[in-house]
């Protein structure tokens, strides 16, 4: 199954890099969309899923990035040289308030992140360099989709490859002895707090850079969009689906989510049906198959697997 993972995803890859020499703009701009979403699982994933700690105020940081993008190159910054800042005041910003919130377990942290994405998006909306509620506007001449696309399509490869990484790595199994048993993990050494801290920081500053290309992309941005709770539900919900804690689930889980998203959007009545969409995702997904589409696809393997022998028998006889 591994090996069928890894060549659908090397396809997958080859086909998104190359999707500009063969395929019209609106599709682009799904394939666009897709990339986002894949890069935004895949991150959040690397604390959520292989260290278990479930946040809901992702989208901080991906305004964070935006913010960082827009207001530097207002000031003649070119887009693409802001992003490694981005990416540097999210990871630090990720610090700050893990060190208080990671102190907490289990529901009790997922609502302090949810009070720290509101209280984000509260403070932009109030202070008068961002714009306030009104938002601010990319300058003039700044937009490139080409130069856009491919860095987030080649982002979204490397977010994936990252998880691999991460999950191979000592890193990675301190990671999911925190998810298992933080108590027993600490009792053998592991170091939870710098552990969580370093997977929060490491998915902060990947969803800024995602943050900053979608500023460029969309030449726009306000605290509702880039701050929205919504938005870090969906962060959250799309690897919930596909899988939490592989590398495979977010990314099948946001092929699900950017899907229905285009389907949606495409028809009016349903444009603001997402969320009772996705709560219903959830719901099955809990109910059946916890291990999301990747949890299913190993089921429904392992049953192949067990037929095959069951019809060879009569034949031995």
């Known amino acids: 199954m591994k090996r069928l993972f890894a060549t659908s995803g090397l396809a997958a890859a080859a086909l998104l890099l190359a999707a500009p ?6 599709t682009l701009n799904d394939l666009w969309s897709l990339a986002l979403g894949v890069i935004l699982a895949s991150a959040w994933n690397l604390l959520g899923g292989f260290a278990g700690q479930v946040s809901l105020g992702y989208s901080a940081f991906l305004g964070i990035g935006a913010y960082t993008t827009v207001l530097l190159s207002l000031r003649g910054v070119n887009p693409f040289l802001t992003l490694p800042l981005g990416a540097l005041i999210a990871a630090l910003f990720s610090v700050a308030i893990g060190l208080p919130a990671f102190r907490l377990r289990g529901p009790y942290f997922t609502i302090a992140t949810i009070g720290v994405g509101e209280a984000v998006r509260v403070s932009a909306a109030s202070v008068a360099f961002t ?4 938002g601010l506007r990319m300058p ?15 982002l979204a490869i490397l977010t994936v490859l990252l998880a691999v990484a991460v999950r191979g790595s000592a890193f990675g199994t301190a990671l999911a002895a925190i998810r298992q048993d933080i108590d027993a993990a600490e009792a053998l050494g592991v170091n939870s707090t710098r552990y969580k801290l370093l997977a929060h920081a490491l998915s902060a500053a990947v969803v800024a850079l995602a943050g900053s290309l979608y500023a460029v992309n969309f030449q726009y941005i306000a605290p509702g969009s880039v701050f929205d709770f919504r938005l870090s539900l969906a962060i959250v919900l799309a690897p919930i689906v596909g899988g939490v804690g592989t590398v495979a689930g977010p990314v099948l889980g946001a092929l699900v989510f950017s899907t229905l998203q285009i389907k949606l959007l495409a028809i009016p009545a349903l444009r603001d049906a997402n969320l009772l969409l996705y ?4 719901i099955l997904v809990m109910l059946y198959e916890p291990g999301g589409l990747v949890g299913l696809a190993r089921r429904l393997l392992a049953l192949r697997r067990s037929a095959g022998p069951a019809r060879e028998a009569p034949s031995a006889g």
């Open 140 to 154: 003039s001449g700044s937009f490139d989709f080409a130069a856009n696309y491919y860095a987030m399509a080649s």
């Open 279 to 282: 709560g219903g995702l959830l």
């Open 21 to 26: 020499l063969f395929l019209e703009r609106g």
């Open 131 to 134: 714009g306030g509620s009104s």
